[in-house]
């Protein structure tokens, strides 16, 4: 039903072609990309379009295209990483404080409650500042940040199907509670958590740029679209079009996951759209 759904969105179905490109040129950047990423031809700094170099070279004579497809192993590769995390934590939780409530719940609430009362931006932030710069340190910022929003949203669903009587009749014939997590309450969110961590990838994407552009992130001579953009901002004034390819990327590659969250979320919940097909 989804997919059928999916198919007949134009939009949805050329986000998931571009997405899928990206992440083919990324995954098979050590095969697909032309040049090695940090090899250095200071000769050829700052060459034009051409086909030897599609996109140009940077400062320090790099091919563009082959930085872009490397970088995007990091950004992708590590956004996606901390996306799963995320995910895995806050749907546990938000499982545990639904189903079993009383003060299991009443412990977990409070600290959603406390996570939630900081942005998750600031507090990405200010705990990579306090573990130091790299990667690694991002994804563990980001996962502390976010898994209060998937717990809560969770831990709803979980509540208003718990008393069902599929589930109440599982539990009285001796089902155990893992059977009835996989069984019944998890495919019962299951559209939600894909909805919210589709529109939440674009997020991460650019938390993890932002952070490398401050050089909290990945590290020279690494590639990667935040990293680049910081490297691009410091001859902006001589060669702003260095500007272009990495933060064109970004933006192209946020707009099409938040585009196909809001795809997912009408195919999931029609309610969502009118008799008509226009979205609400």
């Not at 599982?170 to 961590?197: D, M, N, Q, W, Y």
């Not at 953009?229 to 933006?251: E, T, V, W």
């Amino acid at each position: 039903m989804m997919w059928k759904a999916l198919r007949q969105d134009r939009m949805a179905m050329w986000c998931m072609a571009f997405l899928g490109m990206v992440a083919i040129a990324a995954l098979f950047a050590p095969w697909l990309a032309p040049y090695d990423p940090t090899a250095i031809n200071v000769k050829d700094k700052f060459a034009g379009l051409s086909f030897s170099h599609p996109l140009g070279t940077d400062q320090l004579g790099r091919d563009v295209l082959s930085r872009l497809m490397w970088g995007g192993r990091a950004t992708l590769g590590f956004s996606l990483l901390a996306m799963l995390l995320t995910v895995f934590v806050g749907t546990f939780l938000g499982l545990v404080a639904g189903f079993f409530r009383g003060k299991v719940d009443e412990t977990i609430m409070r600290f959603c409650d406390a996570m939630m009362s900081f942005p998750s931006e600031v507090m990405i932030l200010a705990i990579v500042g306090m573990l130091g710069p790299g990667l690694g340190n991002i994804v563990i910022a980001s996962i502390i940040a976010k898994w209060p929003w998937y717990t809560r949203m969770i831990r709803s669903t979980v509540m208003q199907y718990s008393d069902m009587n599929y589930v109440r009749f599982s539990r009285v014939a001796g089902c155990s509670t893992l059977h009835i997590f996989r069984k019944h309450l998890l495919p019962a969110a299951a559209g939600e958590i894909i909805v919210l961590a589709t529109l939440d990838t674009g997020a991460v994407i650019l938390a993890v740029s932002a952070l490398s552009f401050l050089g909290l992130g990945v590290q020279p001579p690494t590639p990667e679209w935040g990293a680049m953009l910081s490297d691009a901002k410091d001859i902006m004034s001589m060669y702003p079009q260095q500007m272009l390819p990495p933060g064109l990327l970004i933006l192209l590659v946020v707009a099409a996951f938040n585009f196909l969250g809001d795809s997912l979320r009408d195919a999931l919940d029609p309610a969502h759209t009118t008799a008509e097909g226009v979205r609400i």
